[in-house]
Nanobody, 123 residues
Framework: VQLQAYGGGLVQAGGSLRLSCTAS????????MGWFRRAPGKEREFVAA????????KYGDSVKGRFTISRERASSTVYLQMNSLKPEDTAVYYC?????????????????WGQGTLVTVSS
């Protein structure tokens, strides 16, 4: 499975960005998908996950109420709508495909990863 993430960029605090990530190589419609991020000098952090049907979601505490994850199973694409961005959201964002259909916040539950897309939020 190959994952291509795009949509990152530079945005002012309070602004919005939408990240997209498309999987290719084999179907992932029965797998959960997720987003993680790594800020400079920090460990990788769980951002959001969505189960295989798209009916259940989970978010990291730092992004609850501001970010929304969604997916289009037919196109094997997962999205991350990011609103009310803060400078502390600055990071490289990675999409990932879960090992199964369940929601997971642990990176070890994901076995395919994209290359990352950089989001920079200026104050």
């Amino acid at each position: 499975v190959q994952l291509q993430a795009y949509g990152g960029g530079l945005v002012q605090a309070g602004g919005s960005l939408r990240l997209s990530c498309t999987a290719s190589g084999r179907t992932v419609s029965n797998n959960s998908m997720g987003w993680f991020r790594r800020a400079p000098g920090k460990e990788r952090e769980f951002v959001a996950a969505i189960n295989w049907t798209g009916g259940s979601e989970k978010y990291g505490d730092s992004v609850k109420g501001r970010f929304t994850i969604s997916r289009e199973r037919a196109s094997s694409t997962v999205y991350l709508q990011m609103n009310s961005l803060k400078p502390e959201d600055t990071a490289v964002y990675y999409c990932a495909v879960g090992r199964g259909s369940w929601l997971a916040t642990d990176a070890r539950e994901y076995n395919y990863w994209g290359q990352g897309t950089l989001v920079t939020v200026s104050s």
